[in-house]
């Protein structure tokens, strides 16, 4: 009997086929993919005859692929758009969702950059293109320069809506297929900023975040994304055909459990509080 192995999947041949037992599919928001993996891998540690499969693409893709048949979970930074819902109507689909954990969206600034708070109103002006230059938020005579994300993904459209007040992006903000991209993007451009999930900052600053001038800057950490005191605080979801049975009921209560939890916690994302995350488990 031969063994092929590759991340995230184990197949394994047998009378001349490549056959798989207990499959699961994943797709979906690249904010979650790195969690989604490490949840997979740990699980079918302690499960061997489940595979798992996961891949991004954005929380748009992995809704139409929920919405079409093409996946079993599907992983999103954002809820469904009402015709979203609407369409999983008409095609009989059913949508279950259930947060996995949080995440604060945060702002990414160069470490050079002398700017160390920002408010939604300088944000909203700076990704509008109402303001272009950084001296005008306190920092160095540059021209800003801006790095987003791609508009299927959740994360592109949660900033839009509570931050941007649901404008349009800057046409000179530069769309990337992924928040690893745009951290690294701002890590070698000393007048870039950009914005994504906390867990994917490395070689970046943070900058603190006001909802209001008058309220004080907050940075993104464990404790203000649990408190919700940060103000772009989010949940991220998986959503299902329906109340998961069987073997996604089991992976996802697991994923929802101490031990899950404190995988998301290793991977830098915000675990649900405890209270919330039993709520969230399928009886």
Not at 103 to 111: T, W
Not at 134 to 155: C, F, H, M, P, Q
Request: contains cysteine; charged residues 25%; proline residues 4%.
């Amino acid at each position: 009997m031969k063994q092929v192995m590759t991340i995230g999947m184990v197949l394994v041949f047998a009378c001349g086929m490549l056959v798989a037992s207990n499959s699961i599919t994943i797709k979906g928001s690249d904010t979650l993919v790195r969690l989604g993996q490490r949840w997979a891998e740990e699980y079918m540690k302690e499960n061997p005859d489940v595979v798992i499969q996961v891949s991004g693409g954005g929380s748009g893709t992995g809704i139409a692929a929920l919405l079409n048949g093409a996946t079993d979970i599907c992983e999103a930074s954002r809820d469904m758009k009402e015709k979203e819902y609407k369409l999983a109507e008409q095609k009989g689909i059913k949508p279950y969702r259930i947060s996995v954990a949080l995440d604060g969206i945060s702002v990414f600034l160069h470490e050079a950059n002398p700017v160390k708070e920002l408010s939604f109103a300088q944000l909203k002006g700076m990704y509008t293109g109402a303001i272009t230059n950084w001296k005008e938020v306190g920092g160095n005579d540059a021209r800003v320069i801006l790095y987003g994300r791609e508009n299927n993904s959740g994360t592109y459209a949660f900033f839009k809506k509570q931050v941007l007040n649901k404008e349009d992006y800057s046409e000179y903000t530069q769309t990337l297929p992924g928040t690893a991209a745009v951290v690294n993007a701002v890590s070698k451009d000393k007048n870039g900023i950009g914005y994504g999930g906390i867990a994917w900052a490395t070689g970046v600053k943070f900058a603190a975040v006001r909802k209001v001038d008058a309220d004080p800057a907050v940075l993104p950490t464990m404790e203000t994304i649990s408190s919700g005191d940060y103000p772009i605080s989010r949940d991220l979801y998986w959503f299902f055909n329906g109340e998961p049975t069987g073997e996604l009921r089991k992976l996802v209560n697991w994923a929802l459990s101490k031990e899950g939890q404190k995988v998301a916690e290793a991977m830098d994302y915000i675990p649900l509080p405890k209270e919330r995350a039993l709520a969230e488990m399928v009886d």
